[in-house]
């Protein structure tokens, strides 16, 4: 059961947040495709001058597989 977490800059809309996590969860329906399976989404909101901090702490004991210019 794969869940995508997602952390960005606060101020978007509550139906944008919702269009990005059903949009995230299209795109991983097409690598898993048990429908019987849920594809869960998380989104964090977080500033700008905390995002790296936040992020790095979030992911920590993640694999890091694409990285940002930001996170390094």
């Known amino acids: 059961m794969p869940h995508i977490s997602l952390t960005l800059y606060k101020g978007r ?3 944008d947040l919702k269009a990005i ?3 995230l969860r299209d795109s991983l329906k097409k690598w898993w495709p048990d429908p ?3 594809v869960s989404v998380s989104i964090a909101e ?5 995002f790296v901090k936040d992020v790095k702490m979030k992911t920590k004991n993640d694999k890091l597989i ?3 210019s930001v996170i390094k």
């Open 66 to 68: 694409l990285r940002s």
């Open 46 to 50: 977080t500033t700008k001058e905390d």
């Open 36 to 38: 019987e399976e849920a």
């Open 21 to 23: 996590a059903n949009e």
């Open 13 to 15: 809309k509550e139906e």
